[in-house]
């Protein structure tokens, strides 16, 4: 590993206008923007670029002021693609389209977050690749760019030079993926840190994860069983307790479940331990054994089997791969 010095910083184009959604442009923003602050130099020339310079009025009303626009803007190393209602609108999804395939020869990378991916798939540019976008947008996706396998499940795609994710926040998870190839993990991570970011998210996770998707299709019944599981997962969750919680008899409740969620209550209760685990074993200080009693594994050799049956990876070599660096890094470059 060496300190970075000398380089020039990269160049990071912000493709803004009217109707974009201020996370999508914002989120990736903070992360290239705080690996400038975490050390001696900057790495990263972040630029919010537009058709014109006049202000750009987001989808909820914020006020964007572009610093270049496309006529006059120099070469970017990297140019960031934000989702929004307004790359849907014709003129602008035009506009912008015709932009970025004048500039794809002569850039390192292109990113798209959320519908974005309506600005690099309207320029050809997807043509036969995998793309990202929001689960909710995909079937639309779809049916405008049938040449584009779009993906609604993962998070982010890397298929270089283009990179796509999904939705607001994943494109934070994208572009910690790009600072790790830029500068190494260490700094990706310590930017996680910075930013308060609870896990760094590989790309082919789940939009959706089984909490979230539980609680979302939880009824009346199962509402408040559905706020309660993830705290006590360390606890015997039998299928009497969970009845119980729900004023059920055992049978009706595990019928009732499995015909609501597609999974018998066991199953589900392992899968949310499972993603638990996940989480935890890139805490500092972990261990396998520490985290299968966490989550509520008798055995750590019964928590290894179920791990690696359902990820594809043996819970040690997914923490070594995964583990948050033990100190904060400065500018390293591998």
């Known amino acids: ?88 609108e014709p003129l602008t999804n035009a506009i912008v389209s015709n932009w970025l395939k004048a500039q794809a020869p002569r850039t390192r990378r292109m990113v798209s977050v959320c519908t974005g991916v309506y600005g690099l798939a309207a320029a050809g540019l997807l043509d036969g690749r995998r793309a990202a976008t929001h689960w909710r947008w995909a079937a639309d996706a779809r049916r405008c760019f049938p040449q584009v396998n779009v993906d ?73 069983l559905a706020a309660w599981l993830p705290e006590h997962l360390k606890d015997r969750l039998t299928v009497e307790e969970m009845a119980a919680r729900v004023n059920m008899s055992p049978r009706h409740f595990s019928r009732t479940f499995t015909a609501d969620f597609g999974v018998s209550p066991g199953s589900y209760v392992e899968m949310l331990r499972l993603e638990s685990a996940r989480e935890r074993l890139t805490a500092p200080g972990q261990t396998v054994d520490s985290v299968a009693r966490s989550v509520g594994f008798g055995s750590a050799d019964v928590f290894r089997r179920a791990f690696e049956r359902r990820y594809g990876i043996s819970p040690g070599l997914y923490r070594r791969h995964f583990a948050a660096a033990q100190s904060m890094p400065g500018r390293l470059v591998s």
């Open 152 to 224: 609604a499940n993962v998070l982010y795609l890397e298929d270089p030079p283009f990179f796509t994710s999904a939705g607001v926040t994943a494109g934070i998870d994208l572009s910690l993926s790009l600072v790790e190839r830029d500068y190494g993990e260490g700094l990706a991570l310590a930017i996680a840190r910075e930013l308060v970011v609870y896990l760094k998210r590989p790309g082919g996770q789940s939009q959706y994860s089984e909490p979230l998707r539980f609680q979302a299709s939880a009824i009346d019944r199962f509402s408040d």
């Open 1 to 88: 590993m060496q300190r970075e010095s000398s380089r020039p910083p990269k160049r990071i184009g912000f493709v803004a206008f009217n109707g974009v959604t201020v996370l999508d442009l914002v989120g990736p923003y903070e992360v290239f923007g705080t690996a400038n602050a975490l050390g001696e130099n900057a790495l990263y020339a972040p630029v919010i670029v537009g058709a014109t310079l006049e202000p750009i009025v987001s989808d909820t009303g914020v006020v964007i002021q572009p610093a270049a626009d496309f006529a006059s803007a120099e070469a970017f190393d990297t140019i960031v693609t934000p989702g929004g209602p307004g790359l849907r």
